[in-house]
Structure formats: C-alpha cells, structure tokens
C-alpha cells in the first residue's frame, strides 16, 4: 500500500449580514464569510489537502474563482468533485485532521453534524474524520472576529 500525506489550509473575511457556512453546515451567527461560492474554509482546506497529498494541484486550479459556474456554489460540491478526482487516481481516505481559527461563533455545538456531513459527502466514516476548534486568544483577524481560518492534514491511501 501506498499512502500520501496532504496540507491545506485556507482563510476567509467575515462579514456582517453574510450566511456562514463551514463543514457544509450553515451556523448561527451574525457574520458570514465571503468568497466567490459559499466561502466555506474549511472544506476549502480539506480539498486542498485532498488535492496536495495526490500532487493534483490546489482548489483554485480546479475551480477558478473567476468562472462564474462556481459563483455561490455550494462546497460540498466542488468536494465530491475532488473526492472523485482523486478516485481516479486509485486513492482512498485514510483519515483527516482539522482545525478551524475563529473567535466566534463557538463550533462544539456543530461539530458532530459537521462530521457526520464531511463523512456523508466524502463517503467515509465519520471516525475517520477529526475537527477541533481553537480560538487565537483575541489575537490576530481570527481573534478580531475579521476572518475565520482552517487547517487541515489528510492520509490517502492507495
């Protein structure tokens, strides 16, 4: 077996007014982030990961954010798409990490239904998938609730 390790890591501007959408769910809060499809960073991060540990390139390459097919799309979308670019290559997920950078809103209350949407767009099993959520301490944009950040590691296996 044959396995790769890929990084991603992406970062969006919160704005007032905006839906926020992260791990495919819409939370709760009075700011949103803003992007050219629904701005969610951390399935952003995790197809950047997904693409990376395959050596297929980044998001952006696959997706441009100038072509309006993607304008407001939803990101589970264009994660399925990966899912299934990285497929032909003969690749499977062996696990994920994450971590998502934001002061508010408050992800413990979310995390299992991000999990379980992650694990049901993916098609792998929601053990197989780690999300953890830190603030930065008031630091930073994250922590001047400016922009919300993920990072995340993926194994893929073949």
């Not at 939803?74 to 032909?88: A, F, P, Q, Y």
């Not at 944009?141 to 950040?149: D, I, K, L, N, P």
């Amino acid at each position: 077996m044959k396995i790769k390790v890929g990084f991603g890591f992406d970062v969006h501007k919160l704005e007032e007014g905006k839906d926020f959408w992260l791990g495919g769910i819409k939370l709760d809060h009075t700011k949103g982030a803003v992007g050219h499809s629904d701005a969610d960073v951390l399935i952003h991060a995790i197809c950047d990961a997904l693409l990376g540990a395959a050596n297929m390139r980044d998001i952006g390459f696959h997706f441009p954010p100038n072509d309006n097919q993607y304008k407001g799309i939803d990101s589970k979308v264009l994660l399925r798409k990966v899912m299934s670019i990285i497929g032909t290559r003969g690749f499977s997920v062996g696990n994920l990490d994450a971590t998502v950078a934001l002061q508010e809103p408050k992800l413990s209350p979310y995390m299992d239904q991000i999990r379980k949407v992650l694990a049901n767009t993916m098609e792998i099993e929601e053990e197989d998938i780690s999300i953890k959520a830190t603030t930065t301490e008031r630091l930073g944009f994250e922590g001047r609730e400016e922009g919300v950040s993920a990072y995340v590691v993926v194994l893929l296996e073949k």
